[in-house]
């Protein structure tokens, strides 16, 4: 690594770039930008920097390139691998960029600024008659320059896919201060590379995102949700498929809740209330979307009647009204904000094959409970995609600090069985700095010396984000 620490002239250099109010060396504006959300970082710098616009971001970039100074480019720091937060370097936030600068509704795009929020973005495109689809915890506070570069999933993938899947455009500032303009609304353009993609899941490694253009949707006329029981993974599986067929691809998610997981958010988040008269070893949520007014709420009350007469489920909770279908989902959403008051665990974001899900949930528990008797197991996740988040938490009465001191075995334990179903360590949280050196264990040395090759090309003085990514 060859960056240089930035020198008090240096720091002068981009207050002058950046002027009044795009800058801070405050400790306290700056500390809550330093913390990850789990605390399991927490780190430094010498200046926060705040851009309001492309060209202000592209001269600080520029300044840093030209002396080998690092940068960490954030987002609304929300991410859970620790790729956010800096330890000497220069820290970049997006967040004053701010704009939504065009709403096409025939094109079925808008072109927002990186520092938009997730939520925010949703609104706008609301606002314009049309629909996007990315959806997650964080929303209020996750960005659109964060969200894309580490390629968020979240909770409608089943449908319409990643965010790598929803970015038509992109809009850059390169390690080398060079701006990349890439902001179009093309569905196909089949001219060479498709540079955006680089850009898309690399944890700001290959430049910072400053504005993109997304893919809208219609709006759905009905929207049903619903809880069911269910006595094994197993039979959610078989519950999938019977929805996919029954809807004719209308279902937007399918989350998987093991009881545990639920236990946990009925005790430590006030105002939730278990949703079914039943309390069975697994849950699953369902949200069915149709363009037809009832079509969806039709379509749930088909599906579940098969699915009792099948025995695939054996209790079932329909949302009534949009405070129920609330309730609901904070019962999903609320999982890993449950899990924090038990005293911390060893927290996973696997995916494996639809259709291996049951298989592995069964191995890896095993081998977890062979490593560590007495761990509890917390399984929940994006059944529809193959991407679980599987926690392991110390059990009742055992000793914390000595359990959270096995979490780099434990995890390898996990992790080797998702190897051996051809799986993924990271399925949509990014490697950040928890997982960029375990990676190397489960890829080959051609992905690895490929994925090199590239960032060197781009970043030889590797400036961006240094401790990500190889």
Known sequence: MSTTAPSPAFLDELKVALGAGGWTQDAEEIAPWLTEWRNRWTGNTPILL??????????????????????????????????????????????????????????????????????????????????????????????????ISTNAGGTQVLRYGMMRDLVLGIEAVLPNGEIFHGLKRLRKD??????????????????????ATLKLFPIMRSRAVAIVGLETAAASIELLARAKAETGGGVEAFELMKRLGMELV????????????????????????????????AQMQALLEVAFEEGLITDAAIAQNDAQRAAFWRLREEHSAALKPEGGGW????????????????????????????ARVSVFGHVGDGNLHYDILPGVGQDVPAFIGRWKEGSQVVHDVVARYDGSISAEHGLGRLKTDEVKRYKSPVEIETMAALRRALDPQRIMNPAVLF
């Open 266 to 297: 009925l005790k430590n988040i006030p105002d939730t209330r278990e949703p079914l008269d039943s309390t069975p070893d697994w849950y699953v949520l369902i949200e069915i979307a149709s363009g037809t007014p009832g079509g969806a709420e």
């Open 50 to 147: 705040t851009p309001r616009s492309t060209e202000e971001t592209a001269r600080i970039v520029a300044l840093c390139a030209r002396d080998g100074v690092a940068i960490t480019p954030q987002g609304g720091a929300t991410g859970l691998v620790g790729g956010q937060v800096p330890f000497g370097e220069v820290l970049l936030s997006m967040r004053k960029m701010r704009a939504v600068r065009d709403v096409t509704p025939l094109d079925d795009a808008m072109t927002v600024e990186a520092g938009l929020t997730l939520l925010e973005a949703q609104q706008a495109a609301t606002a314009a008659g049309r629909y996007f689809p990315l959806s997650l915890a964080a929303e209020g506070s996750a960005t659109i320059g964060g969200v």
């Open 347 to 374: 927290k996973h974001d696997v995916s494996v094959p639809i259709s291996r899900i049951a298989d592995y949930i069964d191995e890896a528990t095993a081998a977890v409970e062979r490593f560590h008797p007495g």
């Open 190 to 211: 089949n001219t060479g590379y498709d540079l955006k993609q680089l850009l898309i899941g690399a944890e700001g490694t290959l430049g910072v995102v400053t504005a």
